[in-house]
Structure formats: structure tokens, C-alpha cells
């Protein structure tokens, strides 16, 4: 069954082609579409129990449209968001403007690429949220290169927080869901292939144009399959110790939530 929801994407795009829009899963009307989901209250939470300890600057790599970004600035917190798409920006800044002023003088937003960040401030807490580790992992030189980068914007007491997903539950193949979104209709399926080590996301999304007819668009993820031996040994070799790592559960998925803290050396100066 899962080879003919693979052919159905496949159809439509080899069919439509000359109708149809590739975009990026993280621009419009994608990105109006995942702006619907809210973060979930257990999710927060976490962040926010750890922020408590850590301190009050707080550094979002690849915040998006803010889904974690503005109920950090809503408990208090000061929060540097970086991101490189244009469309989830600018979700973010609309929702900035709607905050109260004294959640607003806690945002602020940079657009740039996550691997070429090096901010001369330091952070009290660095999050990676939403498994996007797993979408950055596909280049583990990059990924490790984030990692002195991100040990290098911290304070010496600072942690660095990112999730994955637990895989070991899931079966192979999602079945197709849909939701209905404003004016968009979005398809979406997930195709898990555990001997390649990805899961695919395939989308199709149609959306009402002014003029009445139907815009249909497609865009695909690809996220590696992480697991846990992997990350931890990966970590190894970082500038990182594992302090934590929290089982939790978010939208139907069970993740693992890394909290992490600089290694020091024998002479006890962080590296």
C-alpha cells in the first residue's frame, strides 16, 4: 500500500508538471500551514524548566514562525531567533506586533543560515527544537561545525538543548492525513525507510487563488533517521556532555530531548 501513496506524489508531479508549483516545505502556502500548529504545552514547559536554571538569554536556531520563540518571550525570557526563510520570518514578525511591548523589546530576529552563525554575544541557553537536528544532519561535518560554533556563543555554564525522534515505535509508512488550513487543502504523507536511515515527508497542497481557481503545490523533507547510539557518540567527540535527556511525547510522536553542557578540561576551563 505504501508503494502506491509513493506513486500517487509521484503522479502528480510527473502529471502536473507543467501546473504545478515545487516549493520549499518551509514557504508559502507550506509554511501558513504549519503555522497552524501551536506548541505543545509539555513541550514548552521543558524548555521553560531549563531556561529557568540557565539564565535569561536564550538563542533559537531555526525558529521559524516563533512556535517556541514567543512563549519564551512570554515567560520573561530574552530571545535571539535565527532563521534563513523569508515566509516563516515573517510570520514570526507579524506575531511579534501583536505581542504587548514588553514581549516585543524580548524578540529579536536575524535571517541568516544556522551553519554560518557565529554571534559574538553568549547566550545563557541554545535550543534546536522541532527535530530539526535531524534535517542538519545530513551533513555531520556541518553538524559538528554548529556544534563548536554554538559551544562558542554559550557561557561557560550555558546548555545547548535539541531533540530527536524515537523511531523505535514507528511503523514504516504513515498513512496520508489532511488538513484544512484558510484557504489550502494540504495532503501530506511520511514515508520511513529505517535500512536507508530517512523519513521522506511528501506534501500536496491546493490552494484558492484570488481568481477563484485552484493553485496546487508540492514540497518534500527528508530527515535522517537518528539513533540514539548515534547522537550520543556523536556528542561524544563534540564540545558537549550530556547532562539529560528527556522522553517526551508531541504530537503523537515520542522524542528525546538532549540537554547538553560544555566540556571542561583537566584544568577545569571550558572548551
Known amino acids: 500500500m505504501s508503494d502506491n501513496y509513493l506513486k500517487f506524489f509521484e503522479d502528480i508531479k510527473s502529471g502536473f508538471k507543467d501546473n504545478i508549483q515545487i516549493k520549499s516545505l518551509y514557504d508559502k502556502p507550506f509554511s501558513d500551514i504549519y503555522n497552524s500548529y501551536e506548541a505543545d504545552f509539555e513541550e514548552v514547559a521543558l524548555y521553560l524548566n531549563e ?12 525558529c521559524g514562525n516563533g512556535r517556541i520563540t514567543l512563549p519564551l518571550a512570554r515567560n520573561n525570557f530574552n530571545v535571539t531567533g535565527v532563521d534563513c526563510s523569508d515566509d516563516m520570518l515573517t510570520l514570526l514578525k507579524e506575531k511579534k506586533e501583536r505581542m504587548p511591548f514588553n514581549v516585543r523589546k524580548r524578540i529579536n530576529i536575524l535571517k541568516q543560515d544556522v551553519f554560518s552563525l557565529k554571534l559574538e554575544k553568549k547566550f545563557d541557553m541554545i535550543i534546536l527544537p522541532a527535530t530539526t537536528i535531524c534535517i542538519l544532519f545530513d551533513d555531520p561535518e556541518k553538524t559538528m561545525q554548529l556544534f563548536r560554533n554554538v559551544a562558542f556563543m554559550l557561557k561557560d ?4 538543548l535539541f ?3 524515537n523511531y523505535n515505535n514507528v511503523e514504516n509508512n504513515i498513512i496520508p492525513t489532511h488538513l484544512v488550513c484558510g484557504d489550502n487543502i494540504c495532503l501530506s504523507y511520511e514515508n520511513i525507510d529505517k535500512k536507508v536511515g530517512q523519513a521522506t515527508g511528501m506534501f500536496l ?11 496546487m503545490s508540492v514540497a518534500e523533507s527528508y530527515k535522517k533517521i537518528i539513533p540514539k547510539e548515534t547522537i550520543e557518540k556523536f556528542i561524544s567527540v563534540s564540545p558537549f556532555l550530556i547532562e ?9 510522536d515520542d522524542l528525546f530531548l538532549y540537554v547538553l553542557r560544555k566540556e571542561e578540561d583537566n584544568h577545569g576551563e571550558y572548551c
Open 51 to 62: 531556561a529557568v536554571e540557565c539564565g535569561q538569554d536564550i538563542l533559537e536556531l531555526c
Open 244 to 252: 539529560k535527556k528527556v522522553e517526551y511525547s508531541y504530537n503523537n
Open 163 to 165: 531533540d530527536i525522534r
Open 205 to 215: 497542497t491546493l490552494t484558492k487563488a484570488p481568481n477563484g481557481l485552484m493553485q
Open 157 to 160: 555554564h550555558g546548555k545547548f
